[in-house]
């Protein structure tokens, strides 16, 4: 009940056009859901995270969609580019005080060609 | 303002034989965590502190392995004996945990690249 699916393991996408990314999870105590992103030799660093209060948050060229009924959400990259290329990773964690744990998905390997 | 500082960034050694891997949290975050990331298991939560005590340890893999926090600016990861399967990067991240508003994001080092041969 803890994990976090994640879809699809490895994407290819022309420049200019729309990655997207997605992911699953079961436990409906999750009520956080952030995506990090990681380049090569480098470790994963926040992009992007909603609470299930909104379906949707936008943040320049990338948007989280929220699906709290079928308890999916995703990462819309839009106008991707090749320095979008990296792992994107989707997590999930509740928001009780002291409890820091996030579940992370199982990473997405992002290829923009040009 | 520094980030999270890991070292070795690199190491190679031989089954068998001990590994101390090394953090330093963000100076002020309350939390510190290890993860371990392989292209097969994708990135494990090992353990995790809060104040320098260990919280969760559930995903520590075997006895093999240890950690320990003796501060609130330092860390270790310890394997012994190390084994080929400990092959993976390791890495340490901190947050300052929840304020009022909203989660903290968690704050990676560049991890340790471990190579047992």
């Known amino acids: 009940q803890q994990q976090v699916k994640q879809s699809p393991q490895s994407l290819i996408v022309q420049k200019g056009g729309i990655s997207i990314i997605n992911c699953a999870y079961e436990?409906?105590?999750?009520?956080?859901f952030p995506w990090y992103q990681q380049f090569p030799g480098k470790g994963p660093a926040l992009l992007i995270a909603?609470?299930?209060?909104?379906s949707e948050k936008k943040e320049g060229r990338f948007t989280i969609s929220f699906n709290k009924s079928a308890k999916q959400f995703s990462l819309h990259i839009m106008d991707s580019q090749p320095g979008d290329s990296a792992t994107y990773f989707c997590?999930?964690?509740?928001?009780?005080?002291?409890?820091?744990?996030?579940?992370f998905g199982t990473g997405t390997r992002l290829t923009i060609i040009p | 303002d520094a980030g999270v500082i890991q070292s070795p960034r690199h190491e190679v050694t031989e089954m068998g034989q001990e590994v101390t891997l090394r953090c330093k949290p963000i100076?002020?975050?309350?939390?510190l965590f290890w993860y371990r990331q392989t292209m097969m298991r994708g990135l494990e939560l090992l353990i995790y502190?809060?104040?320098?005590?260990?919280?969760?340890d559930s995903g520590m893999p075997e006895d093999r392995f240890s950690a320990k926090m003796p501060n609130a600016s330092f860390s270790t990861l310890k394997i012994q004996p190390s084994e080929p399967r400990d092959s993976a990067v390791y890495f340490c991240?901190?947050?300052?945990?929840?304020?009022?508003?909203?989660?903290?994001?968690?704050?990676f080092g560049d991890g340790t690249r471990l190579s047992i041969l």
């Open positions: 991240a901190s947050t300052p945990g929840q304020s009022l508003v909203s989660n903290q994001p968690q704050h």
């Open positions: 436990n409906t105590a999750f009520d956080y």
């Open positions: 909603i609470r299930p209060d909104v």
């Open positions: 997590a999930a964690s509740t928001s009780n005080f002291g409890n820091e744990k996030l579940t």
């Open positions: 100076s002020g975050h309350d939390y």
């Open positions: 502190f809060n104040n320098n005590v260990p919280i969760d």
